[in-house]
């Protein structure tokens, strides 16, 4: 798209543009439209061969447009702009108590095949014939052996029907066009930030990327569903890593988000966090390895939000209540306290922003076609309810518009954005105060704040321990005699999760957001987790595994030009 | 010195002059200082040869620096629509460090050299950044190495056959820098209608229904190789690669599912040839599809002589021989030479005594079509040899780079490296030649009188070959009366190099191209060949369901 000098012509253009983008959306939607009428009248017709019409079709077309820059050392290393449109077509045979989707054949319903880009019915219509043909023969054998693998195996624990009966949606927003992204200038906003690395000699290997995403979803269902659903997004991800002297590997990550980039942080404010990711990688590298400990902990708002995100939000999830494999943590919870009294958990995916900072999981629709809801996951530390997709489980037989997936991923219960609110509250100079109290208390010579914690992956299977994977980045130990804190590196926390949520003894008053992209079963999405900082009376910590690799032999060529001494 | 290297000498002089682009390529160091990314290179080379030492270990004795600068284009459509549109542009470093002596060094079964994503701006501090990081990874890893390969030796009784490194003269050749210069809009049209046909063109919408897929592709992939090595080689080469394809599948009534493409490829934009060209091949393969949906299906086994037309017959060649005469080092403590079914075949026949194998990627066209193998020096900077392989039906030589074999201590500039991947001795241009060749006609009639002597109903022609047992268009000819009918559902058996060695009874006059587009584009030239002794039988494949309802207007 042209970038025009004049705002009134410029007015004009996009006024076009999206007019061109209205009637292409409608061929889009009229080829989806023709073709799951065609299959549902004409698909198991005759009922010869046990070929029985599928009780449920759906056509979710996602049209993407993306634009993605990278930039290492102050130069580029790729820049790269698609548009792509891609159908997931989800067909079910049997019925909503029993179909090919039961147990572990849910990805028997689903099948992805590119769409043309072009406005052409024709071509649309013909794709997406040959997809719905391919999955309804997927189904029909799927629905074959889950009707044997039912009548040879005992009762399950979970009897719920394998689909939700919920109402089919219809709303109509203005579809995306290409997003304008001034290439040129963003490359060279990149070039120069990640030209901050140079400065820092021992930070080995780092990357400032782009990602601009703007896309639009059509889902149309033979429920008579019709949703158009657009979606912006734009995201700066700054990745840094050092290596210790003894062969640590130390690693950060900032992230900017924004709906559009143009909105996105200014380039002095992502400079400023350059610099000090950095230089915090610097300090870390000559900080001492930590010790095992066993004592008080404070988390950062920002770690708090990680730590939620992994330790709860996971196994909040409505699936995971579900099936053989399954943790079931908290399956039998609802209406037990879960967590201390004075926290409230929800998952409120309609929120775009908090306090003026983009959410990343915000969504209007799910990807199973239902409107997006608030979700008040535990109130006053009492559960309440599961993030729930059409996946019904037994406590609870309706979606709550958290069905989520990447394309080409059957939707499975995911969160959006998780919020954390607390009544009982102590500005942060208290809550540091309280730390060393505690610690006091403890009879230990310091508590440990933890400043950035990495999330890891959630491990809720039943085969695997119920450990949580967070990975503590920047942690410091506040001592009680007054000595200034101490960065310490390699902790690693240990301990299951329920322990360490119910011994949360208060938080701050201003809350925290990360954004990221969470990865689970039904794939890659981006999501919110917004925390305040939290006190913990106990935390187990150990010591990291660590690599045995050496440090680079030589200085890198950017030290050698700034005239650094050599190692 | 064996007789293939004196040859490879007297030919690479005699060719030398003959190349458009030899002439093109400079010679000049100086010229390399003027590429930015050589000149980065060459700076960070300097400073590891200089002062790259780990403390209490050995220098490395030899440092390689390749930059492979990878720029594609591709752009599909499918059912007369524009599916999708990638353009890609990376630059990746991979350096190899070798620790120890020619003799004997860190190479081996394990993990060799590193790999860095590189800037594809010219920045010379971010590629010696890429470069400096990649050299440290795979120096230490060489030093590792080496130190393992001590120890494994002494737990071996046989020596290793042959040096691990050949001793090259350093190359500088700089050659142009070559740009994609597709005209992407007519082509995007191109394909679009191509993959439109089935519905649009009067000859073929007839059977439109029976069409399930028709997809197009066009592509474009331009490769800069940047190498440079502690010895003085210095080497630019550049090329452009292009291709468009064409793919529909159908089924038979049984619900065999059956498949037929085309495609055209070259070295130049003009090597696709013209629309007309194109369209009327896309005409051909819907015409030919709706006619394999109607052949009869393959129902005997038949044992006897077949027919393998040229394209077939260099696919055969390209499947079975190519990777058989690449000479690669066999493992510690082997006697034997090489690696593979020509291991110990050395100066036995291999082939009927009336064929020669030459590996020549000095010769850029043949019959005035562009040859996508060819290339003037390896990926380990090696000037590229012509090889006799086979003569007189006789094995000669093996392709070689520059880890030696028995009785082969040099490179024979083969060593071809995909991007990012280790160079390996691979065919740049296989041309199988026959001293007595006969025409198609002379074959066929061949053909039918040893199935009248043998007593057969039937003899069998491969026209095309899909992988080496599944041919995609086959004809039986009535022995009766020399009448072709073309067959679906078949499979082949008994196609392997026993059958190249002793089962050729005949070779055509009409040497077909056959190119292989891709990573590292390769050439075979073949004639078409009689075999005395194929099976051919109806192929194992399950038979899907047709359609479950019927596709839209």
Redesign the interface.
């Known amino acids: 798209m042209l970038r025009n000098p004049c705002l009134l012509s410029s007015a004009l253009l996009l006024a076009t543009v999206a007019a061109s983008a209205q009637t292409q959306s409608s061929s889009l939607l009229n080829a989806m439209n ?2 799951l009428s ?2 549902t009248s ?4 005759d009922a010869k061969d046990g ?1 029985q019409p599928p009780y449920y079709l759906s056509y979710y077309a996602h049209e993407v447009y993306s634009v993605s820059i990278t930039a ?14 891609v159908v997931d077509v989800v067909v079910r045979v049997g019925d909503a108590k029993l179909d090919n989707t039961h147990g572990d054949h849910r990805t028997s319903a689903i099948t992805t095949v ?5 406005d ?1 019915e ?6 997406l ?2 997809a ?2 391919t999955g ?2 997927k189904a029909l054998q799927s629905y074959l052996q889950v009707k044997t693998d039912t009548e040879v195996r005992a009762k399950e624990e979970d009897t719920s029907p394998d689909f939700s009966t919920d109402s089919a949606q219809s709303a109509s927003a203005q579809p995306v066009v290409a997003p304008n992204v001034d290439r040129q200038a963003w490359s060279q906003r990149l ?1 120069t930030l990640s030209n901050i690395f ?1 400065a820092y000699p021992h930070v ?2 780092n990357f400032v990327m782009l990602n601009v995403r703007d896309e639009t979803g059509y889902f149309v269902s033979s429920e008579g569903a019709r949703v158009v659903d657009p979606h912006q997004s734009a995201r700066v991800v700054v990745f840094a890593s050092t290596r210790a002297a003894d062969g640590m590997d130390l690693f950060r990550a900032e992230t900017f988000e924004a709906k559009t980039d143009a909105t996105l942080a200014s380039q002095k404010e992502m400079e400023a966090g350059i610099k000090r990711l950095a230089a915090s990688l610097e300090e870390l590298r000559n900080a001492p390895v930590t010790e095992p400990f066993d004592g008080p902990a404070l988390l950062s708002g920002r770690a708090a939000a990680v730590f939620f995100h992994e330790v709860l939000g996971h196994r909040l999830e409505g699936q995971r209540q579900r099936g053989d494999e399954e943790g079931q943590t908290f399956t039998k919870d609802i209406g037990k306290p879960i967590l201390p009294s004075f926290l409230s958990v929800a998952d409120d995916p309609t929120l775009s922003t908090f306090d003026g900072t983009y959410l990343s999981g915000y969504y209007g629709y799910d990807d199973e076609g239902q409107r997006a809801q608030k979700v008040n996951l535990i109130q006053d530390g009492v559960l309440k309810t599961f993030l729930m997709s059409r996946l019904p489980i037994a406590s609870f037989a309706n979606s709550n518009g958290h069905g989520r997936a990447q394309i080409g991923r059957m939707p499975t219960g995911r969160q959006g954005n998780l919020i954390v609110t607390s009544t009982k509250t102590v500005p942060e100079s208290r809550l540091r105060a309280m730390l060393i109290d505690e610690a006091k208390k403890q009879n230990k010579p310091y508590g440990l704040y933890f400043e950035d914690i990495s999330s890891g992956f959630a491990v809720t299977t039943r085969n695997a321990p119920q450990a949580f994977q967070v990975i503590p980045l920047v942690v410091y130990r506040v001592y009680t005699d007054g000595r200034p804190d101490e960065l310490v590196r390699g902790v690693s926390i240990v301990g299951t999760p329920q322990a360490a949520l119910n011994r949360i003894l208060a938080t701050g008053d201003r809350r925290e957001v990360f954004n990221g992209e969470c990865g689970a079963e039904s794939g890659t999405i981006p999501v919110s987790a917004v925390a305040p900082a939290m006190l913990v009376s106990e935390i187990e910590t150990q010591r990291q595994q660590q690599g045995v ?2 440090p ?3 200085p ?3 030290a ?2 700034s005239g650094e001494v050599q190692q | 010195m064996s007789r293939a290297r004196s040859t490879l000498l007297a030919g690479l002089l005699m060719v030398a002059p003959a190349f458009s682009w030899a002439q093109q390529a400079s010679s000049s160091a100086a010229d390399g200082q003027k590429d930015p990314v050589l000149k980065a290179m060459l700076d960070e080379l300097d400073r590891s040869k200089q002062q790259l030492q780990l403390q209490g270990f050995e220098k490395p004795y030899f440092i390689e620096y390749r930059i492979d600068d990878v720029a594609e284009y591709e752009a599909n459509a499918g059912y007369g629509a524009l599916v999708r549109e990638h353009e890609l542009h990376r630059r990746i470093v991979r350096v190899t460090v070798r620790a120890g002596s020619y003799k004997m060094d860190s190479s081996g079964e394990r993990r060799e050299g590193s790999l860095q994503i590189a800037t594809v701006d010219d920045d010379p501090i971010a590629l010696r950044y890429a470069l400096w990081a990649a050299t440290d990874a795979a120096y230490k890893d060489a030093l590792g190495n080496y130190t393992a390969k001590q120890a494994a030796l002494k737990s071996v009784q046989t020596p290793p056959q042959a040096d691990d490194f050949s001793q090259e003269k350093p190359v500088v050749s700089i050659a142009p820098l070559a740009q994609a210069e597709l005209d992407r809009a007519a082509w995007k049209q191109r394909i679009i209608d191509a993959t439109g046909l089935y519905r649009s063109d009067d000859s073929v919408k007839s059977f439109a229904a029976e069409i399930e897929t028709s997809e197009g592709s066009i592509q474009s992939r331009s490769r800069t190789v940047y190498l440079v090595n502690s010895e003085g080689t210095i080497v630019r080469k550049s090329t452009v690669e292009y291709r468009a394809e064409f793919a529909a599948q159908a089924q038979a009534a049984d619900g065999m599912r059956l498949e037929r493409s085309y495609g055209v490829s070259g070295l130049t934009p003009a090597d696709l040839g013209p629309a007309e060209k194109f369209h009327n091949g896309v005409l051909h393969v819907l015409t030919g599809l709706h006619e394999l949906r109607n052949a009869p299906v393959m129902s005997d086994e038949y044992h006897g002589p077949v027919l393998f037309a040229g394209n077939a017959s260099a696919r055969t060649f390209d499947e079975l021989f190519a990777h058989a005469v690449a000479g690669h080092r066999p493992e510690l403590g082997s006697t034997a030479r090489t690696v593979g079914p020509f291991a110990s075949s050395y100066k036995t026949r291999v082939l009927p005594d009336f064929m020669k194998v030459v590996d020549d990627p000095g010769i850029a066209t043949f019959n005035g079509k562009p040859l996508l193998g060819a290339y003037q020096v390896d990926d380990e900077g090696v000037p590229a040899q012509s090889v006799t392989l086979v003569d007189d039906g006789k094995l000669l030589s093996y392709l070689t780079g520059r880890e030696p074999i028995r009785d082969f201590p040099s490179s024979n500039g083969h060593a071809r490296a995909a991007t990012a991947q280790p160079a390996n001795p691979q065919i740049g241009v296989l041309h199988v030649e026959a001293s007595e060749t006969s025409s198609e006609d002379d074959l066929v009639k061949r053909l039918v009188a040893m199935g009248k002597d043998q007593g057969l109903e039937f003899v069998y022609v491969v026209e095309t070959i899909g992988g080496a047992d599944r041919p995609r268009t086959l004809y039986r000819i009535k022995v009766a009366d020399a009448s072709r009918e073309l067959i679906r559902g078949a499979q082949l058996d008994d196609v392997d190099l026993r059958l190249l060695r002793s089962g050729i009874l005949a070779a055509g006059n009409d040497p077909y191209v056959f190119n292989t587009f891709g990573d590292i584009p390769t050439t075979v030239i073949a004639p078409s060949v009689l075999f005395d002794d194929v099976t051919v039988k109806r192929a194992e494949q399950r038979n899907e369901k047709l359609p479950y309802y019927p596709p839209p207007d």
């Not at chain 1, 004409?42 to 017709?45: P, R, S």
């Not at chain 1, 290492?72 to 790269?80: M, P």
């Open positions: 023709a073709e065609r299959a004409d698909l198991g017709k070929q290492q050392q102050g130069a580029l290393i790729g820049s790269d702009n698609t548009h792509s449109r590119p769409l043309p880009l072009a052409d024709k071509a649309i219509q013909r794709s014939w040959w719905t043909n309804y023969g070039r140079r080995y290997s690799a050496r680079p032999i030589l890198p060529p950017t050698m030009k």
